[in-house]
DNA sequence: TTGAAAGCGCTAACAG
DNA sequence: CTGTTAGCGCTTTCAA
């Protein structure tokens, strides 16, 4: 700047492997000041006077700056990616808490870096491991179960000073990490009840065909437990693996017509809205003859006849409560409307189970 | 090591903020070897000897060492971070998009840094700026339309050798970066052209409630035209935003029950199901009174009545195709066994549009 | 087959 | 309010 005939090397300043993207260094000398207060400027402006920030600001403009992060993480220390971890991208279920976890992060400036497991615990651990190298600031993983391996990088984790979040599940009685979640042992039970309550006897819970879908497992055992204290007959059937809404068809149509139970439960509502169109296709009046209820208040189950019984699963709520609780626990201010909702579920009946009419 | 008395500040080095964890240089120290050794080590084992090998071996299952993975990408200006960049995860269209991106790019160690714009332009240059600062190996867009700055950006990045991918369009005319989708009006003409070969010529396009949506758009432009064309009467009405099958029901509820059209095609399957049920309970005959097309085959849509007629849309395919592109392009070799179908949607008829009886 | 030196782009700590 | 110095943890280049 003070010489213009001095022989600059080159204008835009390029380092051994240069890539051609500015650098702090280039706006420094455009701006005539050091990289300390170019970085100041852009992190804390207040403490740059007003002249040299003017300088500062037109120097960023004429040269396109754009900070690296990697460069910024590694002198700093702290990094702004948040990492999930789930089991599937594509499941509706997780793909609402992705984007609850995304709507808070976002605005506040934190990067989502996503992996998924395909519901196997070691891609889980394998996938942390990965996503370790990042040093992300705050770990979110599905469940409470973990393969001994990533059970040690996630206290590592939490060690130095990463929140660790588990999503979707909670048992007080294995608080080791945050959990945002419910417990699902306890739904289980809350559905039987339901069908108990509706006066039936024989009853049916059709689990979920992903072998490690572990939660819908669990809703089962809670199921079947509360149903078979209560003295009614109770069965778990394994949905097949594959589309679920076909799956929840094949369900039904693998019972015996002849001896159908009173009430079926399903591990979600896909499942159950197959079901429902079976049952109507074959003529099987619900809830008359076959009482349904299925688990997540997906949209299909507030459409399809009136409305399928379920269970209200908060999907974005998670993500977003997630996020919040990251937020918090990271000194930084929620700067969305995410309201902290109940994460329990709630028994929805519609048109597919009914209450028996008082007596008394 | 020449003199194990000389005052080492201690045997863990704990940097200037140390966070404990175990760094390249840890497992030197252990070994008995230079960094330089052990980084080889990591990345091409055949150029280590045997014996030197196992010793770092060692000393890395002892120090639990995981590498730091901002210094790699710092040092040597290659990152392993694919970002991409989509309107909204929870709809289903795009989670199932980003799982095939991810199960192809996982497996090749490629991850995923997520971001999401809720259709909106402005968040999308935004998350591009973000996005950018990780300098990622490769970038993944959703549509050809972005603002001037996000262009900028966006061939900036090509320029420097970073593939840049715009997923779920494809227009010829237009072709800057690469495009791995389809053509939407045409899309239309195919919907339009199906509805006219079965004899309709009151024709009814509803369009996605979501305003940003011109994907949808430029399906529902495509139609009219082609309609018009054939000399049929068309209308396109928007959907409200919110809940899709709720918003295919009102959609059908807000036309004049004494006049409705003959064919209707629709954004996509969910609207088409809403519709499909308002219709049954309405008492009009499907696809006698109304014939009902909808856009994408959701599960729903093979489920509803015997099959909602719709366009097979590649949800997957396009984010497994994509993946596959990123691979080829950064000279990795893909370690999945993904196939490069075509992307082009097809019509599937199924029983809610009927073709006429042949004559001659 | 291994090592030494230098530096990627940025920020912490401390001066001035 | 601004600058100096040192170094984050790794990889590059070049030499031995």
């Known amino acids: 700047m003070e010489n213009p005939d001095s022989p600059k090397i080159a204008v ?37 006077s007003d002249e040299t920030g003017e300088r500062i600001r037109q120097a960023l403009a004429d040269t396109g700056y754009s900070p690296n992060k990697q460069a910024g993480v590694l002198a700093s220390g702290r990094s702004a990616i948040v990492a999930a971890i789930i089991p599937n991208v594509a499941n509706s279920i997780f793909a609402e808490t992705v984007q609850g976890l995304s709507d808070v992060l976002q605005p506040a400036g934190l990067e989502l870096l996503l992996a998924s497991t395909n519901y196997s615990l070691e891609r889980e651990e394998e996938q942390l491991r990965a996503v370790m190298g990042w040093a992300p600031a705050a770990l979110v993983v599905t469940g409470l179960r973990h393969t001994d391996g990533a059970m040690a990088l996630l206290r590592q984790a939490q060690a130095s000073g990463t929140p660790v979040i588990e999503i979707w599940e909670k048992d007080p009685a294995e608080v080791e990490f945050i959990q945002i979640g419910f417990n699902h042992r306890s739904v289980g039970q809350t559905m039987a009840q339901h069908l108990l309550e509706c006066g039936h006897t024989d009853l049916v819970y059709v689990d979920s065909g992903v072998e490690e879908d572990f939660r819908a497992h669990e809703r089962g055992e809670g199921f079947a437990a509360t149903a078979e204290r209560a003295g009614a007959t109770v069965r778990i059937i394994r949905a097949e693996r ?91 201010k929620p700067l969305c409307n995410g309201v902290s909702n109940s994460l329990k579920p709630t028994l929805i009946m519609r048109n597919t189970t009914r209450l028996p009419p008082k007596s008394s």
């Open 242 to 332: 594959g589309e679920p809404m076909a799956a929840g068809r094949k369900a039904l149509l693998g019972l015996d017509p002849a001896q159908l139970p009173h009430g079926m439960a399903f591990a979600n509502d896909h499942l159950a809205a197959g079901a429902w169109l079976q049952a109507q296709e074959a003529g099987i009046h619900v809830p008359t003859d076959l009482a349904l209820l299925g688990f997540g208040d997906f949209p299909i189950a507030g459409q399809l006849g009136g409305g399928i019984s379920t269970m209200a699963a908060p999907r974005y709520d998670i993500g977003q409560n997630a996020g919040l609780k990251i937020l918090s626990d990271l000194d930084l």
């Open 12 to 48: 835009t300043s390029v380092g051994r492997r240069g890539h051609g993207k500015a650098t702090l260094a280039d706006v420094a000398r455009r701006a005539g000041v050091t990289t300390m207060t170019v970085s100041r400027m852009l992190r804390e402006p207040h403490r740059v």
